[in-house]
């Protein structure tokens, strides 16, 4: 064997440079897809993750220098450390979030800055022992190359397979275990070198049995957190590449959260959902085609198919797990009246952003049912490019209508979307109504001719008649319309707008 050229333990301390690689991003995702679940914005809560991680990493580095001799024991004992912390960061967090909720973001940075300074510690002590035997130049080709690919795989997987299969806190023990491993087999590579032999690997199989009985309570673990955080009993969770769908119930029937925000209460859901589709529906007269973005739960299509002049229902939902719960789980399909089951209806599971450049269809109505704009990849629907693209997919008589967060908590959001959609050539109709799960809640309907009052609106209706319908247009002093800048891509004026009014900046 020639000096430079690998031995079996170069090769398996560069097998686990791939391992560590994938296992530090994993947690730096983890982190960031709960502070966004949590807290709201993403692209602020990833940047601001990524950001300290990526320090956190230099400081580790830099303290490397300090660690002189009995390399593979301390290499050994950051291993068994990162598995422990970062394998458990997702469970730690969760239950933080429901039993001490003001303590979450002190909690998320210290795990956060604690894992990347023990990733940030580990390359360099890989380096320095596989010094021993490879080149410099081929030690950092090498070295960067197995880091890379690691972070390649698991940023792939995690998106894609990890997060919808497993969930955050499976996926974060499921690496703790795979760093777990690289810490036992550096046990047993350096068997010879390490003093404290017997005390290693009980500190080994600790870590290993910590993690796999977490691991098999992974899902008690859950429902702990949940309990507390949910106000009624969970009846059924999911986490999806886009957002963690949990439906509860209790004395108010079935209640749907996403990412932890509340999107309907079965009490009280047909108040906002009445509100939503009959004003612009019944104001059309006969619409035949209609196509509905968001409202994957198929309560706005329940009630878009009381009329018989309807044709056809194009529902535009990016989340294919939200569509397919609302159609094929039977207690949520009945909250719908099997609506997405209907013949009429077409599911199309993309982005409406996207799907309003590519289609060439026009629709008679467009209700647009989409969540708040608490982040920036939610806020470009609420944007002047957006209502160009839905003006240019409405018949000439066509009315779109707008979900429009509630125009008493958050006044100039509410406004503002008004002032964007006009700001595409299109007349505004505004409208409130009041949601008790809510609170006062407001809509716009959008169009090319003046909206005007329906004659008749579908029978069976709990809420919704024509003398309510003409006080819903009414906006006392407090609600009343104020002025406000148009909602552009290149500013995202109302999200920040958003985040003020409803007090999620700071908390």
């Given at each position: 064997?020639?000096?430079?050229?690998?031995?079996?333990?170069?090769?398996?301390l560069?097998?686990?440079?791939?391992?560590?690689?994938?296992?530090?991003?994993l947690?730096?995702?983890?982190?960031?897809?709960?502070?966004?679940?949590?807290?709201?914005?993403?692209?602020?809560?990833?940047?601001?993750?990524?950001?300290?991680?990526?320090?956190?990493?230099?400081?580790?580095?830099?303290?490397?220098?300090?660690?002189?001799?009995?390399?593979?024991?301390?290499?050994?004992?950051?291993?068994?450390?990162?598995?422990?912390?970062?394998?458990?960061?997702?469970?730690?967090?969760?239950?933080?979030?429901?039993?001490?909720?003001?303590?979450?973001?002190l909690?998320?940075?210290?795990?956060?800055?604690?894992?990347?300074t023990?990733?940030?510690?580990?390359?360099?002590?890989?380096?320095?022992?596989?010094?021993?035997?490879?080149?410099?130049?081929?030690?950092?080709?090498?070295?960067?190359?197995?880091?890379?690919?690691?972070?390649?795989?698991?940023?792939?997987?995690?998106?894609?397979?990890?997060v919808?299969?497993?969930?955050?806190?499976?996926?974060?023990?499921?690496?703790?275990?795979?760093?777990a491993?690289?810490?036992?087999?550096?046990?047993?590579?350096?068997?010879?070198?390490?003093?404290?032999?017997l005390?290693?690997?009980?500190?080994?199989?600790?870590?290993?049995?910590?993690?796999?009985?977490?691991?098999?309570?992974?899902?008690?673990?859950?429902?702990?957190?949940?309990?507390?955080?949910?106000?009624?009993?969970?009846?059924?969770?999911?986490?999806?590449?886009?957002?963690?769908?949990?439906?509860?119930?209790?004395?108010?029937?079935?209640?749907?959260?996403?990412?932890?925000?509340?999107?309907?209460?079965?009490?009280?859901?047909?108040?906002?959902?009445?509100?939503?589709?009959?004003?612009?529906?019944?104001?059309?007269?006969?619409?035949?085609?209609?196509?509905?973005?968001?409202?994957?739960?198929?309560?706005?299509?329940?009630?878009?198919?009381?009329?018989?002049?309807?044709?056809?229902?194009?529902?535009?939902?990016?989340?294919?797990?939200?569509?397919?719960?609302?159609?094929?789980?039977?207690?949520?399909?009945?909250?719908?009246?099997?609506?997405?089951?209907?013949?009429?209806?077409?599911?199309?599971?993309?982005?409406?952003?996207q799907?309003?450049?590519?289609?060439?269809?026009m629709?008679?109505?467009?209700?647009?049912?989409?969540?708040?704009?608490?982040?920036?990849?939610?806020?470009?629907?609420?944007?002047?490019?957006?209502?160009?693209?839905?003006?240019?997919?409405?018949?000439?008589?066509?009315?779109?209508?707008?979900?429009?967060?509630?125009?008493?908590?958050?006044?100039?959001?509410?406004?503002?979307?008004?002032?964007?959609?006009?700001?595409?050539?299109?007349?505004?109709?505004?409208?409130?109504?009041?949601?008790?799960?809510?609170?006062?809640?407001?809509?716009?309907?959008?169009?090319?001719?003046?909206?005007?009052m329906?004659?008749?609106?579908?029978?069976?209706?709990?809420?919704?008649?024509?003398?309510?319908?003409?006080?819903?247009?009414d906006?006392?002093?407090?609600?009343?319309?104020?002025?406000?800048?148009?909602?552009?891509?290149?500013?995202?004026?109302?999200?920040?707008?958003?985040?003020?009014?409803?007090?999620?900046?700071?908390?």
């Open positions: 064997m020639t000096p430079h050229s690998p031995r079996p333990i170069d090769i398996a560069l097998a686990s440079v791939f391992v560590v690689a994938a296992c530090g991003l947690y730096e995702l983890a982190a960031g897809a709960l502070a966004s679940y949590l807290l709201g914005d993403s692209v602020l809560q990833f940047s601001t993750i990524i950001g300290t991680y990526l320090f956190a990493m230099g400081v580790g580095s830099w303290l490397s220098r300090y660690l002189e001799r009995q390399l593979p024991a301390h290499f050994l004992r950051i291993e068994l450390l990162v598995a422990l912390v970062g394998g458990t960061l997702p469970a730690v967090l969760f239950i933080a979030n429901a039993y001490v909720p003001g303590a979450f973001r909690l998320l940075y210290s795990m956060v800055l604690l894992v990347g023990l990733v940030g510690l580990e390359i360099p002590l890989v380096m320095r022992i596989l010094k021993r035997n490879v080149a410099l130049k081929d030690l950092v080709s090498q070295v960067l190359t197995f880091d890379y690919l690691g972070a390649l795989a698991v940023s792939l997987a995690f998106p894609l397979w990890l919808p299969q497993l969930g955050l806190i499976r996926t974060g023990l499921l690496f703790g275990l795979l760093n491993a690289v810490g036992l087999w550096a046990l047993w590579l350096f068997r010879h070198e390490l003093r404290h032999l005390a290693h690997t009980l500190a080994c199989l600790l870590v290993l049995l910590t993690l796999l009985a977490a691991l098999w309570g992974a899902e008690h673990i859950t429902t702990f957190a949940e309990d507390k955080f949910y106000q009624d009993r969970i009846v059924f969770t999911a986490a999806s590449p886009y957002q963690r769908i949990v439906v509860t119930h209790g004395k108010a029937g079935h209640r749907l959260y996403l990412n932890g925000n509340l999107q309907f209460a079965q009490r009280d859901e047909y108040r906002y959902h009445e509100a939503l589709v009959h004003p612009a529906m019944s104001a059309h007269g006969a619409p035949r085609k209609v196509a509905v973005l968001g409202g994957g739960d198929g309560m706005a299509v329940r009630e878009i198919l009381k009329y018989p002049s309807v044709e056809s229902v194009t529902l535009v939902e990016l989340d294919p797990a939200m569509t397919r719960l609302f159609s094929q789980h039977p207690t949520l399909a009945q909250l719908n009246s099997h609506a997405l089951s209907n013949p009429k209806v077409h599911i199309i599971n993309t982005d409406a952003f799907w309003l450049q590519d289609t060439t269809e629709f008679d109505v467009v209700v647009v049912d989409f969540p708040d704009p608490t982040n920036f990849a939610i806020g470009k629907l609420y944007t002047h490019s957006f209502y160009a693209l839905l003006e240019q997919r409405l018949a000439a008589s066509g009315y779109a209508v707008v979900q429009t967060t509630s125009p008493l908590v958050a006044r100039r959001s509410f406004w503002t979307v008004v002032q964007t959609i006009e700001s595409v050539g299109l007349q505004t109709m505004p409208y409130h109504a009041h949601v008790p799960s809510f609170g006062e809640w407001g809509f716009v309907i959008a169009s090319r001719r003046p909206w005007r329906p004659e008749a609106l579908p029978a069976g209706l709990q809420f919704l008649n024509l003398p309510t319908l003409e006080l819903l247009r906006f006392p002093l407090d609600m009343a319309r104020v002025p406000t800048e148009v909602h552009r891509l290149s500013n995202q004026v109302l999200v920040h707008t958003y985040e003020q009014e409803w007090g999620l900046v700071g908390h």
